[in-house]
Each structure stands twice: as C-alpha cells, then as structure tokens.
C-alpha cells in the first residue's frame, strides 16, 4: 500500500475536500483523513495510478503539491536538515558577501553551485576567498538583522524530538550560522564548515575538509549506524545539489522549495508548502505539533 498526500501552503489553505475525494474515488483510495482541513490530507492506495505524474503537474498550477510513498514506516527517527534555504530563508554566504560588498558576484557562484553547475566544493572556496578582511563580527550582525527561520521549522524539529526522534542540522554553510541557529530550532547537533579567522578578520580560507555532498551522505551513515537505525528511518530535506546524496538514500528525501535539477532527483518533492509539510508527509496531523 502507498499513501497519498496532498498539501497546500498554510497561507492559502486551498486544499478542498472536493478534490480530496475526487482523487481517493479515482484512485480506489481508502482510509482517507484530514491532517488539517484545507492545508493537508491523505489515503492509501494499492498501486500508483498511470496518471499520477501529470496529476501531480496540474496541480502545481493551484499551488499544490501531490506526493506518494509507502503507507509503512512513514514515521522517522531521524531527521537530517540542510540550514541555507531551507531551515532558514537565506544563504549565509550570500549575505556576509552582501556586506563584504561582493553580494552580485557571490550569489552568482551560490545559485549555479545548488544547481548542480559547478563543483560545489571549488564553489565555496571561490565564496570564501571573497570574503577576505571581513570583520568576524559581521557575522553576529548578519546572524541579528539579515537573518530569518523558513515557516514552520520549529514545528518540525519540536514534534519529532517530542516524539523520539533525534535531529542534526547538516549544511554546507558555516558552523558560526549552524551554532546558532541549531539553538534557535533546538536541533541535537550541527555540522558545518569552518570559517578561518585572524586578528578577528575572515581569512578567506575555510578549514579542511569541506563539508559538501559527500560529508552530508556520511552524517547520515554515523547517525544511523550509531543509533541502530536504517536508512529508511530518515527523512532528509534540502534544496540544492549538494543534498542530493542523502535525499536519494535517506527513507523520506524531501526536496524543499528546490532547484528544477534537484527537485526532479529526489523521492518527494514540496514547492509549496513550508516545513511543516515534513511533519503531514509523516502522518501526523495538526494537533499533533509542538511549537517548541
């Protein structure tokens, strides 16, 4: 059995259950049930339909996403989060190039780097060598006034750790942004790169190794194998190329808000839905969430 999800953006709140049952009638769907009317509700199919796909496209056109995966073991232990553009509404780097006054040059280099155009470690560390002579203390500044979490954060990191599950924010971004924002969310760790620093001035230099696909995919591999857990007790979410690895192992990888060329990889696919939508594609329902 599959089960099938649909989700809007809390802020439209479009999901009508006319086509709730449309589809489950279409689809010879059972055990159908509101997660939160008008944002999110799912049922269980035997087989995916034929027409799922451009179902699944037409939707799109009213802001709503469709998704499908198997009906058990849809709750996780675990969950692995990207920070930039998605725990949070930023990247980082391109906010600290902002007040370096590299911001065009730098936020160039991000965008093809999380497309998949550009190897993501030479990316960073063209970034970083931008960001020479920048005061350390910009990063406090950016982190108080550029800084902001994506909607419903909160909701997902408090409900799953209510519930057991351990969670690791894992970025390819800088550990003086996932320190923090870790203990905004209340993630159990953090994993980031490094920036160097001298006479409280950015080096322009990030200490090695650099954590990018690769090292995502290995936090995953040591919190599982640490914690006696498979794969598939992991929902993983992120938006860019340097994600995909654990998307495509972890038993839930959410692409949130992606990239096209990240979005068409990974096994679920959000666009329009906020972080919360992790916590519908799991089962659990509106009165479940603890705000933290």
Not at 38 to 66: K, M, S
Not at 177 to 185: C, G, K, R, Y
Request: aromatic share 6%.
């Amino acid at each position: 059995m599959f089960t099938v999800s649909l989700i809007a953006a809390p802020r439209l709140a479009n999901l009508h259950e006319e086509l709730l049952d449309e589809l489950a009638s279409r689809w010879k769907g059972a055990h159908l049930k509101w997660l939160n009317p008008g944002i999110a509700g799912e049922f269980e199919i035997p087989a995916i339909p034929e027409d799922f796909d451009q179902v699944r496209t037409d939707l799109q056109t009213i802001q709503l996403d469709l998704t499908f995966q198997p009906a058990e073991g849809r709750r996780k232990a675990v969950l692995l989060a990207d920070m930039d553009s998605t725990m949070i509404e930023q990247e980082c780097v391109d906010e600290l190039a902002e007040m370096a006054g590299v911001g065009t040059r730098v936020a160039e280099i991000t965008e093809r780097a999380m497309n998949g155009e550009l190897n993501f470690h030479e990316a960073l560390v063209e970034r970083v060598g931008l960001l020479a002579g920048l005061k350390e203390s910009v990063i406090g500044e950016v982190l108080k006034t550029r800084i902001t979490l994506a909607p419903g954060g909160r909701e997902l990191v408090a409900t799953m750790r209510a519930n057991g599950a351990y969670t690791a924010l894992v970025s390819g971004g800088f550990t003086a942004f996932t320190q923090v924002v870790a203990e905004w969310l209340g993630f159990d760790e953090n994993r980031a790169n490094t920036l160097l620093v001298e006479d409280g001035l950015l080096t322009g230099r990030v200490a090695l190794p650099i954590l990018g696909r690769e090292a995502k995919v290995e936090a995953l591999e040591q919190i599982t194998t640490e914690r006696g857990i498979a794969f598939a007790d992991v929902i993983a979410v992120g938006d860019g190329a340097n994600d995909l690895g654990m998307l495509q192992i972890a038993g839930a990888g959410v692409a949130l808000h992606a990239k096209p060329a990240v979005a068409e990889q990974a096994k679920l696919r959000i666009n329009h839905g906020d972080l919360t939508a992790l916590l519908y594609l799991q089962g659990y329902s509106v009165e479940e969430f603890v705000t933290g």
